[in-house]
């Protein structure tokens, strides 16, 4: 069975419209499943790529209860209004960091 090359393209274009409207779908409902009142939740995983620091360094926030968690179903999930509060709060110290002068 041989398919001209239009109606391929044709088939495989319908193919990744379909996966977008599902992809887009499955994030809606992700983004409804991570929520707690209204607000969007974050995971483990989450939290330490937004802050960019290892798992030590989160369990060390949390067991100085720096930054609230929740546990849900075994899992931990930090709110998003908390999250920015612990950044407003431990992450405000600014450096700036001057370039040597040259003796020219």
């Known amino acids: 069975m041989n398919i001209d090359r239009t109606e391929f393209i044709a ?6 419209d379909r996966l977008d409207i599902l992809g887009e779908a499955v994030r809606k ?3 409804k499943l991570n929520a707690f009142d209204g607000e969007e939740l974050f995971d483990n995983q989450d939290l330490m ?16 209860g720096r930054l ?11 709110k998003n209004s908390d ?10 110290n600014r ?6 002068k040259s003796d020219k």
């Open 11 to 16: 088939w495989m274009q319908r193919i990744v």
């Open 68 to 78: 609230p968690y929740y546990t849900i179903s075994g899992k931990l999930y930090y």
């Open 83 to 92: 999250v920015h509060l612990f950044i407003r709060e431990h992450f405000n």
């Open 29 to 31: 409902q992700q983004n």
């Open 95 to 100: 450096v700036i960091r001057e370039k040597p």
């Open 49 to 64: 790529e937004l802050l960019k620091i290892s798992p030590r360094s989160l369990q060390r926030y949390r067991s100085s």
